[in-house]
């Protein structure tokens, strides 16, 4: 065979991997959750029992599910304001400066930070603030946990915010300006609308980052097998569950595990689809 | 028709000072949101550095009651990550060996054939694959290496869930690398009669080199300081091993014992320190890698 | 018009150097008036100033960073840098090299954009003479009025380019300022737009900027040439073109450069 052909084989070959690799996640996933499935039925789903005692094992994943997706939610509410002022900031008011940079840099730096470490941070740092305040007795809990997954996510919305942001075409606000419009009313009138899309796509991707993030939320949610009672209640999410017990776990709940493993991998699929949809329809 | 203008009767200097408040508003954000950063350095750097010695890199970690005695007379804990180290090391070279090559072709294959619908589709399942939650590659891992391979945890376990992680990275940045080159270059080289594999080996490899070294050196810093797929897969060792098929710790890993146990405080401070200079200095390299070559 | 002239010169440029990076003058010690209900042309070759010079005179030039000005604008015989620059900017217009209509408007909604945009509120009954004036005005009316409610993009080039123009005077500016308003623009177009320009000076003052010499000798009434960031020569337009003083001017004219 000529160098051509074998090149293009073997590049034919290492696609093949990807198929290979997706099938297998999703063919084993299903494997693996299948006997939870077939002892409880889409009750699986809706219950929030988690009860491993032999002889009357029950499992649920709604706790779980209500969990990730309250602390999820949550930080995305606490990162909205935050990223958005940032992009702003790197991407209108200071952009092509140092400035502007220098902010770009450190927001990517926060993107680097392994989770296990803002856990740790969360766990000696903000905790003690969080049972200052006086809202919770231990500082576990969904806010703690949401601020910090805040945090994390924070540099994701940010940085595609900010690209989508500067992309707005500079006629158009020169167009707005040469109109008698401040600044503030060009962000509002011309820059917002025009990335409107790619703004609410940026956050749906930060979304799907927080849906799936372990470590520190494990550290800081309070791992109580629950639905939270309140925002500073404590709880479980689907990742920390998986993270906590899975060691441990063995027939029947490893499989309500894995079936938990494949509703967080469908949520967070549905998730990133639904953002890169709007990015692709927005480019 | 008559021409009637409207008075304008807006608020100019209202206006004005809502625009300015609304700047300082963008601002202070902007100065909450890289808070953290300073703190996170700070409390680390502090808190830490006391630990940071020569045996912190060559010793092992301490069992508990080691731990205990130093803390209880305020001395250093002794011991250190050496066990993590070369776990996380075992299973990041294993990891590179898979991801790197495959992750190459993988990218170099989407590029060059991205009219084909087969293509297409390759390219979002990667895209799928790079957003699927990291703990669910540790069950996968687990599933198919723990339970069926070396049947029980192991270091070959930790890196396939490494490897699965790296390799939409690799491919992704392959990829947008490879599309930045200009057609001119690829269409001078086929004028001069290359054959198609020395094209891909003699110009779009080395003309996109620091792009995809960018891209590999992202993928490993992001690997790096992943701890849940390896809590399933690697599990940990208090001993120093090179064997693949046995359990095998890794520094993020040591963070989690570490954590978990009240004597060793002090120690989670100092690994923790570790890996995040580590992280961030591969990740600062990758860009500065990045930004000297603009131009590709 | 509701300002009484002080004199026949609408805008007076005084000594006016813009430098975008320090020691580097993009326009250098540029001294010259507009005159009234007039034309005036810049012309030059590319990177001579010609559109900093246009943009500083209602202060667009402002928008990029580190920039300084030295020199002053007088609107009226008053100062456009001790002006509010929202005030500045509805009495001296722009329109712009590209048609670029409000993507996310429609194209009433264009029209009156700069209302909405200075938080004006107005009667519809207001608005609707307003959209119907300044669409008359660029001859646009008979053209959109049935869809007033589209989209403003989905017009021709030409269109959305006189459109921009309606939204420029819907304010009733004084003096509209265009950036080679007809160098996206196909000959058909650009020769619409051109007569437009001569029925506007009757009740605006416009300054046009333009790399077409021919465009500049059919409609303009004054000329001004630069070249390097210098005013090289200005006056009547007929005068510059046939009798140029200035040996830069002669070379610009036969095509030596530019």
Same mark, same amino acid.
């Given at each position: ?6 090149? !293009?084989?073997?590049? @034919?070959?290492?696609s093949?991997?990807i ?17 939870? @499935? ?49 992009? =702003? ?50 500082? @576990? ?46 962000? @509002? ?15 749906? =991707? ?22 939270? !009672? ?22 029947? !709940? ?19 689809? =639904?953002?890169k949809?709007?990015? !692709?329809?927005?480019? | ?11 100019? %200097? ?53 731990? &205990? ?37 993988t990218g170099?294959y989407i590029y060059?054939n991205s009219?084909l619908k087969y293509a297409r589709f390759i390219r979002n399942l990667t895209e799928i694959l790079q ?22 945890? %192991? ?10 992680? &790296?390799?939409p990275?690799?491919i992704r940045?392959t990829e947008e ?53 390896? &809590? ?43 890996? &995040?200079?580590?992280?961030? %200095? ?15 | ?148 409610? *589209? ?15 309606? *939204? ?79 040996? *830069? ?10």
């Amino acid at each position: 065979m000529s160098g051509d052909r074998v090149t !293009k084989v073997l590049l @034919f070959i290492s696609s093949l991997t990807i198929l290979l690799l997706s099938a297998g996640i999703v063919i084993s996933l299903f494997g693996g959750a299948l006997p939870a @499935f077939r002892e409880f039925g889409f009750r699986f789903i809706t219950s929030s029992a988690w009860n491993p005692t032999a002889g009357s094992e029950e499992y649920g994943a709604m706790s779980f599910i209500a969990g990730t997706v309250i602390t999820s939610i949550l930080a995305l509410i606490i990162c909205i304001p935050m990223a958005f002022s940032t992009s =702003l900031f790197i991407a209108e008011y200071y952009n092509g400066t140092r400035t502007s940079g220098i902010l770009r840099s450190l927001v990517d730096l926060l993107a680097g930070i392994p989770s296990i470490v803002y856990g740790f941070w969360g766990f000696y740092a903000l905790r003690p603030l969080m049972v200052a305040t006086g809202l919770t007795d231990q500082g @576990f809990g969904v806010f703690t946990a949401s601020l910090v997954l805040a945090i994390m996510i924070v540099p994701y919305a940010t940085s595609l915010s900010a690209e989508i942001i500067s992309m707005v075409p500079a006629e158009l606000k020169e167009a707005a300006y040469s109109l008698g419009a401040t600044r503030r009313e060009v962000i @509002f009138s011309v820059v917002i609308p025009s990335a409107r899309s790619g703004i609410i796509a940026s956050f749906i =991707l930060a979304l799907g980052r927080a849906l799936g993030e372990t470590m520190a939320v494990t550290m800081l949610i309070g791992n109580a097998n629950v639905i939270p !009672k309140g925002l500073f209640a404590p709880g479980n999410t689907m990742a920390s569950v998986i993270a906590n017990q899975f060691g441990e776990a063995s027939g029947l !709940k490893m499989s309500a595990l894995i079936a938990i493993g494949l509703l967080l991998f469908l949520i967070t699929a549905l998730v990133n689809y =639904l953002g890169k949809l709007i990015i !692709k329809r927005f480019a | 028709m008559t021409e009637m203008y409207p008075v304008l009767t807006d608020n100019i %200097s209202r206006r004005n000072r809502t625009n300015i408040r609304f700047r300082y508003l963008v601002i202070a954000g902007s100065v909450i949101t890289v808070i953290p950063i300073f703190l996170i350095v700070g409390n680390l750097a502090v808190k830490g550095f006391r630990q940071i010695n020569l045996a912190f890199f060559t010793k092992p970690a301490p069992d508990t009651f080691q731990a &205990m005695m130093a803390a209880s007379s305020g001395e250093i804990i002794p011991g250190g990550i050496a066990n993590g180290l070369t776990g996380s090391l075992l299973m990041v070279v294993l990891a590179s060996l898979f991801a790197i090559p495959l992750g190459l072709m993988t990218g170099i294959y989407i590029y060059e054939n991205s009219s084909l619908k087969y293509a297409r589709f390759i390219r979002n399942l990667t895209e799928i694959l790079q957003g699927v939650p990291s703990i669910i590659l540790g069950i996968i891992a687990y599933i198919w290496i723990v339970k069926n391979i070396t049947r029980g945890y %192991s270091a070959l376990a930790g890196s396939v869930s490494l490897a699965i992680m &790296m390799l939409p990275l690799i491919i992704r940045s392959t990829e947008e690398t490879m599309r930045m080159i200009p057609v001119s270059i690829r269409e001078a080289a086929f004028a001069l009669g290359t054959p198609y594999y020395k094209m891909i080996y003699k110009i779009l490899i080395p003309v996109s080199f620091s792009g995809l070294a960018t891209g590999v050196l992202l993928a490993l810093s992001r690997i790096l300081g992943e701890t849940a797929p390896l &809590m399933l897969t690697a599990l940990g060792s208090p001993a120093i091993s090179l064997d693949v098929t046995r359990p095998v710790s890794a520094v993020p890993l040591l963070i989690w014992d570490f954590y978990n146990d009240p004597n060793m405080v002090s120690l989670v401070w100092s690994a923790s320190l570790f890996l &995040m200079v580590f992280v961030l %200095s591969m990740n600062l390299l990758a860009r500065s890698v990045a930004s000297k070559h603009k131009y590709i | 018009m509701n300002n009484t002239p002080q004199s026949n010169n609408v805008l007076e440029i005084r000594d006016l150097s813009i430098a975008y990076e320090p020691g580097k003058n993009a326009v250098n010690g540029v001294t010259a008036s507009v005159k009234r209900n007039s034309i005036t042309a810049i012309m030059g070759p590319s990177g001579c100033g010609k559109s900093t010079l246009l943009r500083a005179m209602n202060r667009m030039h402002e928008l990029y960073p580190n920039i300084r000005t030295k020199g002053d604008i007088l609107l009226d015989g008053q100062s456009i840098f001790s002006m509010s620059v929202i005030e500045l900017r509805r009495k001296v217009g722009m329109v712009f090299q590209r048609p670029n209509p409000f993507p996310n408007m429609t194209i009433y909604e264009n029209v009156v954009a700069g209302f909405s945009l200075n938080d004006i509120r107005l009667k519809k009954s207001q608005r609707d003479e307003i959209v119907e004036n300044a669409l008359r005005n660029v001859t646009l009316w008979d053209e959109v009025k049935e869809s007033l409610y *589209r989209k403003g993009t989905f017009l021709s080039g030409g269109q959305q380019q006189r459109l921009c123009v309606a *939204r420029a005077i819907a304010f009733n500016p004084e003096v509209l300022l265009l950036d080679e308003p007809t160098s996206a623009l196909d000959p058909i177009a650009t020769s619409k737009i051109e007569d437009l320009l001569g029925e506007l000076k009757k009740k605006y003052t416009l300054v046009l900027v333009t790399h077409n010499m021919s465009q500049a000798a059919r409609i303009s009434d004054d000329s001004m040439f630069m070249y390097l960031g210098e005013l090289v020569e200005s006056g009547r337009t007929g005068t510059l073109f046939t009798t140029p003083k200035d040996p *830069r001017t002669e070379a610009y004219l036969t095509g030596k450069f530019g």
